[in-house]
């Protein structure tokens, strides 16, 4: 039995996992999962860039406009670095699906991918 400060997690804890491999495109919105979820943890390696990126969520089923739609979730991908966040007792939920970008950019701004933009993996753990 858990007590009060400790947190059960649910049967279906990690039945999902969604492998991203990001591109280089002029369409750059990845929907990820087509239906409401909750994510554990997110880990996302950017070793194979010299330069911070930003990893955008979106939680909708209507359309992302890169530049204009604004993230649910902003998390930034230090360079040369795999990043790991967790969040065990406190998902991240997502009311309607689960769709993503990579940018060079925080906030709603993005910019064009560059030559010297390496492929993104990011790993998402969590339940449907």
Known sequence: MATSNEYVLPATFLTRKWEIQSVETQNPVIEANAAACDI???VA????NGFQLYLKVYD???TVTVGTTQ???????????T???????????????LKLVISKEAGTANATPSATW??????FYGTE
């Open 60 to 62: 909708t089923s209507g």
């Open 40 to 42: 554990f943890q997110i």
């Open 71 to 81: 993230p649910d979730f902003i998390f930034p991908l230090p360079a040369g670095e």
């Open 83 to 97: 990043i790991d966040y967790s969040f065990v007792g406190h998902p991240m939920t997502l009311n309607t699906r």
């Open 118 to 123: 390496q492929a993104v993996s990011v790993t």
């Open 45 to 48: 390696d950017n070793t194979a």
